[in-house]
């Protein structure tokens, strides 16, 4: 086999920092190589480097054999190397075809106007070889991320890539989703095409890669065999010390409840019911877990509990008052803390520094406000402390909360909600797009949080996490709460057809849930299986 | 797609996920040039010393520009002795084999702009180099008065555009289009002219008259100005209506039906322009080093400049003001934070309107003496006078500054030459398109300037996100593992 790539000694220097040290990697043609690493390792500003974002400051890059100097992406594109970004550079309004060949049209009338004919067949051939499952006509903002993630992928084929780099590309996906993904880089591969992609979650880079590069502090560890290696070997050559993969045992003590939803049905923009009749409470001192596939209703139901959308009928009580109609910020300052989904949208002010980001939510509240003036230094102490407790980086309270990668903006997202001294912690997806360590972390201190007497409604796509956090576990699927189970008892297959919105067979959906307090969750449409979902 | 609302506006120059950013070549070597270059950078970057620096190229461009159409049109005209001969100097009795006659001329165009908005304060025939020929380092004119009538009409058009460009200000900042400044400016003024009319007959006299008088003024000014401001904003908040389209809308309005009033209840019948009869003297603005003919006083421009400050606080140091701020930029996250998104519009539309409903009544108050219809665009001159401060309120009061002279420089101008004032205009508007294009003077100085810090040129590449091995990461050089320390 023959190396595609060839990273030799790359070495890149930013004003006072090395993000790479003379790492090496080489990938063979054909195979599947995962760059693993934690937040800030050095992973992206490496593919930066092999895709021309980024000149690097010594070192050699090799592509196909050839030592290359690529200036600006457009060179390292000619020369078959493709990126797909975390976040995907598309134009929503046009259609798939559109996109894939934005830029490099077919062109007629001797290039005076775009063969829309030719472009179209262009790119149905091009999915239809490489098994592609896409609609060329539909509109980017009407397809769902998965599909979106494709388009990309198709887009640098178009161009003729022949080695294809994908940062992160698992964090915005379902886990179906990234089944699907995974099999499109089978495909890939098959038909002779290089795959390296970002990720800092090992159970992804163990499953889909053949070889495996592990970064930590720009430098590389090692690079191994994926079937060679185990998860533990992994995580302590990405950390540098030995990781606890599994959460401590629980042992929460349920109190009153916190929270208690009856009834609640909410519509979304377009006028859709996507959350029909739910009940549940959440109880001091226990983690309310929801599962389910993203879509079905958790995200509404979330923002109805939060106070960001008002539900359609149904009531809404926190600590013995009924909130219903209470305005977000009432909802905060009685004890509501709520990481929200989208951090990027909002979760943070991406112009504000850290230190506004701080106090979001109690910029009204002292110590930070008094008399309605705002007091800096005081918020300046407090985000100081949330980037000392998780480990933020870059440690500068000054720097814009959007100089910061994903991971660190999620570590103080949940640094400033945690540090609110909630009655009730309304958490969604709070590890996403974070390393192993911090994760770690920010498990512990939810559990700590819940072990102080909070209740903790933990909604996540991720399904070890709510099963080894929560003490209660609820599926939900097409705006429903299909079943509250026993994390404890219930399976993974079990999960996954309840998440489908089938029932397994001799499943008992009363009899799972046991603690604390089943009686108060009904299951509703019981024996009901539904097996279409609105999707997203 | 991308989930960064806000931060598009920012690196907005990267759509495609190609845009190459051209890596500066210039090698190792650490000369005195370079270092003094870099310094220059760090220097520009620097967002307050940067939008100055910008500015005063931008200033030089466009005269260099505005040199060019005014020679050109010169050129155009016919005249009968020429104002400006371009020619080459003849020492040793050399013939003259190249001589132009021009019928305007730039230099003395940009110096009655500039200096004659200024009262001429510099003495005739010096330039920067007379000390080295030899002659006198004092520049200024001898009986050069700084408060010249002329500087009363510069600061006269400042103090009014401070006020509309700081009404704007705050409603961009929270991300309103407030389009409707005229509008409330000119309602403000109306009811300010209305409201001491009726008053005067029962004010004292003398001084506390006088502050009994221009206080209702002021507040009546911003209390009509700050509820027709409110208007749009809850129509906004409450009904959903795009605030560009009522503000517009109800500029018409407010003109309309301010003629309407005047010209059929309150008119001076002694006049032939349609407006109210001139209020008493003891009711204007006290003039205040200046001569009452002058019609400026430096009590209005104080309560501009404490206002300018005031807001800056507002937006800087206060709750509201973060509420304000986060709304403008990103109303998602205003949300989430507790910022209760229909109130924040209303109100901060209010205060728009009341500040501008202010510029109105000092308009009345300071200037005319009257109720007049037919107000200047203030309100319009506000917007660019808003954005060319990147709706800062700090820089609204240099922007403000920079179009009085403009305004004032003007007048001179076409006083003191034969340029017609369509050509002035033009100048004038070449000077603020420049000024207002500081992004062109940033590729500018990139393209020419130093290896550019690395790091933020990669931010702009990368959608807006420094993933990963972000520069700023290890700034501290600790370098520490992924793992927590606990």
Redesign the interface.
């Known amino acids: 086999m023959s190396r595609a790539v060839h990273l030799d000694g790359i070495t890149?220097r930013?004003?006072?920092?090395?993000?790479?040290d003379d790492v090496d990697l080489a990938v063979e043609r054909g195979t599947v190589h995962a760059l693993l690493?934690?937040?800030?390792?050095?992973?992206?500003?490496?593919m930066?480097v092999l895709y021309?974002?980024?000149?690097p400051t010594s070192g050699r890059v090799v592509v196909d054999g050839e030592e290359r100097e690529f200036?600006?992406?457009?060179d390292a594109?000619d020369a078959g190397v493709g990126?797909i970004?975390?976040?995907?550079?598309?134009v929503?309004p046009m259609t798939v075809a559109e996109n894939i060949t934005l830029?490099n049209e077919p062109r007629k009338w001797g290039g005076l106007t775009v063969d829309r004919e030719r472009a179209r067949r262009e790119v149905v051939d091009l999915s239809e070889r490489y098994g592609f499952d896409v609609d060329p006509d539909a509109r980017?903002e009407d397809v769902s991320v998965g599909v979106?993630q494709r388009v990309e992928i198709l887009k640098a084929l178009y161009r003729g890539a022949d080695v294809l780099v994908l940062?992160?590309p698992t964090a915005v996906l379902t886990p179906q989703e990234v089944e699907d993904l995974f099999e499109v880089f089978d495909e890939l591969t098959d038909q002779g095409k290089t795959i390296v992609f970002?990720t800092h979650k090992l159970g992804e880079a163990m499953h889909a890669a053949d070889e495996i590069t592990v970064l930590?502090?720009?430098k590389n560890v090692g690079t191994v065999e994926a079937d060679g290696t185990t998860r533990e070997e992994l995580a302590r050559m990405?950390?540098?010390?030995e990781?606890l993969l599994e959460v401590e045992a629980r042992a929460g003590e349920a109190g009153d409840p916190v929270l208690d939803v009856a009834d609640v049905s909410v519509r979304d923009e377009r006028g859709v019911t996507v959350v029909d009749g739910v009940s549940f409470d959440v109880h001091a001192g226990e983690v309310f877990g929801i599962a389910g596939v993203d879509g079905n209703g958790q995200a509404e139901l979330v923002e109805a509990i939060t106070g960001?959308r008002r539900p359609e009928s149904g009531r809404v009580r926190f600590e013995d008052e009924d909130v219903t109609d209470w305005?977000?910020?009432r909802?905060?300052?009685a004890g509501m803390a709520?990481v929200?989904e989208?951090r990027?949208?909002?979760?943070?002010?991406?112009?504000?520094d850290l230190v506004?980001n701080g106090?979001?939510?109690s910029?009204?509240t002292p110590p930070y406000?008094r008399g309605?003036?705002?007091d800096?230094a005081a918020a300046r102490e407090h985000a100081e402390s949330i980037i000392e407790e998780?480990?933020v980086?870059?440690?500068?309270p000054d720097?814009a909360a959007?100089?910061?990668?994903?991971g660190?903006q999620q570590k103080f997202v949940v640094g400033r909600e945690f540090a609110r001294d909630p009655a009730l912690l309304v958490a969604t997806h709070p590890t996403r797009g974070v390393?192993i360590?911090?994760t770690e972390?920010i498990r512990e201190r939810m559990l700590d949080l819940r072990s102080a007497g909070v209740g903790v409604l933990l909604v996540s796509s991720k399904l070890e996490e709510v099963q080894g956090l929560s003490d209660r576990l609820a599926v939900m699927h097409d705006g429903d709460l299909v079943a509250v189970v026993d994390p404890d008892s219930v399976t993974e297959e079990e999960l996954g057809l309840l998440m489908a919105g089938e029932y397994p067979e001799g499943f008992d959906p009363g009899a799972a849930a046991e603690p604390p307090d089943p009686g108060d969750v009904e299951s509703r449409r019981a024996g009901e299986a539904r097996t279409d979902g609105e999707g997203r | 797609m991308s989930g960064d609302g806000e931060d598009d506006r920012d690196d907005g120059d990267d759509r495609d996920d190609g845009v190459p950013i051209q890596p500066g070549g210039t090698g190792g070597e650490d000369s005195v040039l370079d270092r003094a270059r870099a310094a220059l950078d760090r220097l520009a970057r620097a967002s307050a010393t940067e939008r100055f620096l910008l500015s005063v190229a931008a200033l030089v461009l466009s005269i260099v520009v505005g040199t060019v159409l005014v020679l050109a049109a010169g050129r155009a005209t016919t005249c009968e002795t020429a104002a400006f001969v371009l020619t080459h100097p003849t020492p040793f009795g050399l013939p003259r084999l190249f001589s132009m006659g021009f019928c305007f001329d730039p230099v003395a165009v940009f110096d009655r702009l500039f200096f004659g908005a200024l009262g001429d304060p510099i003495k005739q025939g010096w330039g920067p180099l007379t000390p080295v020929r030899g002659g006198p380092l004092n520049p200024f004119r001898q009986g050069y008065e700084l408060l010249n009538p002329q500087m009363a009409v510069t600061l006269r058009e400042t103090t009014i555009l401070v006020f509309s460009g700081l009404a704007v200000a705050i409603a961009f900042r929270a991300g309103i289009f407030n389009i409707g400044t005229q509008g409330q400016l000119v309602l403000g003024a109306l009811g300010t002219g209305l409201s001491v009319l009726w008053a005067a007959p029962f004010a004292p006299a003398g001084i506390v008259g006088t502050v009994l008088l221009v206080t209702l003024g002021l507040a009546v000014g911003a209390v009509v100005g700050g509820i027709y401001g409110a208007i749009p904003g809850a129509l906004k908040a409450y009904a959903e209506a795009n605030e560009v389209i009522t503000t517009i809308m109800l500029n018409f309005v407010a003109t309309g039906v301010a003629f309407f009033l005047v010209a059929n209840y309150v008119r001076n019948p002694d006049s032939q322009a349609v407006e109210t009869t001139p209020v008493p003297d003891g009711a204007l603005i006290p003039p205040l080093l200046f001569e009452p003919r002058d019609d400026f006083s430096f009590v209005a421009l104080g309560l501009g400049v404490a206002l300018v400050l005031g807001v800056y606080y507002m937006l800087e140091r206060t709750a509201f003001g973060y509420d304000v701020r986060t709304s403008g930029l990103q109303p998602d996250a205003a949300e989430y934070g507790g910022v209760d998104a229909e109130r924040t519009v209303v109100y901060s539309m209010a205060l728009s309107g009341a500040i501008g409903g202010i510029g109105g009544a000092i308009y009345v108050l300071m200037i005319l003496g009257k109720f007049q219809t037919g107000v200047p665009s203030y309100g319009f001159d506000g917007i660019t006078v808003s954005i060319l401060a990147g709706n800062n309120p700090l820089g609204v009061g240099f922007a403000a500054f920079l179009f009085g002279i403009l305004k004032s420089g003007s007048t001179v101008v076409q006083f003191a030459t034969d340029v017609p004032p369509q050509l002035v205009g033009v100048l004038r508007g070449l000077i603020i398109l420049f000024v207002a294009m500081p992004e062109f003077f940033r590729l500018l100085a990139r393209g020419i300037g130093p290896t550019a810090d690395p790091e933020a040129r990669a931010v702009a590449a990368d959608g807006g996100e420094v993933d990963d091995g972000d520069a700023g990461g290890r700034s501290d050089g600790s370098g520490t593992g992924g793992g927590s320390d606990e």
Do not use: C
């Open positions: 890149k930013f004003p006072g920092v090395v993000a790479n690493g934690e937040n800030g390792a050095g992973k992206t500003t490496l930066n021309g974002l980024y000149e200036d600006s992406p457009r594109i990126m970004h975390q976040h995907f550079m598309l929503d830029g980017i979106q940062d992160e970002i930590r502090d720009g990405m950390v540098g010390r990781v960001m305005s977000r910020r909802r905060i300052d709520y929200p989208d990027q949208e909002r979760g943070l002010v991406m112009a504000f506004g106090v979001l939510g910029q009204h406000a309605g003036r705002m800096w998780y480990d980086r870059p440690p500068d720097a959007r100089a910061l990668s994903g660190n390393d360590g911090s972390f």
